[in-house]
C-alpha cells in the first residue's frame, strides 16, 4: 500500500461520510510517511480509545481488506 495516498484518500472519506477528520489519525500519516522517507517499516496501531465513532467508516474506506481490526 502506497503511504502517500493514505492522507488524501482518509481526508476524501471524511468529506465522503460528512465527518471531521481525526487529529490523531492525521498524525498516523505523517508519521507513516516520516518512516517512509528514512526508508522504515511503518506500522499503524489503532487504538480505540482515541477513536469516535464517526472515525470508523472513514478508515475502513482507506484500509478495505486489510486487517484493519
Known sequence: MDVSSLEPRYLASCSKHGTLPNS???????????????????????????????????LIDVFPGNRLF
Do not use: G, Y
Not at 518512516?35 to 467508516?57: A, F, P, R, Y
Open 24 to 58: 490523531t489519525v492525521l498524525s498516523w500519516f505523517s508519521e507513516a510517511k516520516i518512516q517512509k522517507l528514512c526508508n522504515e517499516k511503518s506500522c499503524i496501531v489503532v487504538s480505540l480509545d482515541q477513536l469516535k465513532d464517526t472515525d470508523i467508516s472513514p
